[in-house]
């Protein structure tokens, strides 16, 4: 079964730039639909970015559209999620997930396996 594991966050200040990657070490990922989900201090989890199995398909949600940008390398089974503009709401643990195969790339309700999360932190 997927085990994913995130890497990549860490402390940036407002305007700064951070490159996420989420390996699978179980499974393959090249016939998945992966999402990025991002959970708040005090907050519920929510939908970020997904990216179907070839990737020519992505989805965003309206508060990251044109500062976030998901992509993958099937080649190195990793999906990565490249942040630009960081604003200090951005801040929280963010997560990559699977999307099970009968659910569409932007349908954040439904998932399958999920990593651990890495801490994002934006701020002066």
């Known amino acids: 079964q997927s085990q994913l594991v995130e890497a990549g966050g860490g402390l940036v200040q407002p305007g700064g730039s951070l490159r996420l990657s989420c390996v699978d070490l179980g499974e393959t990922l090249t016939y998945t639909t992966m999402a990025w989900f991002r959970q708040a201090p005090g907050k519920e989890r929510e939908g970020v970015a997904c990216?179907?199995?070839?990737?020519?398909?992505?989805n965003y949600v309206d508060i990251v559209q044109g500062r976030f940008t998901i992509s993958r390398d099937n080649t190195k089974n990793t999906v990565y999620l490249q942040m630009n503009n960081l604003k200090p709401e951005d801040t929280g643990v963010y997560y990559c997930a699977t999307i099970p195969a009968s659910f569409a790339c932007g349908d954040y309700s439904h998932t399958g396996f999920w990593g651990q999360g890495t801490q994002v932190t934006v701020s002066s």
């Open positions: 990216i179907t199995p070839t990737g020519r398909g992505t």
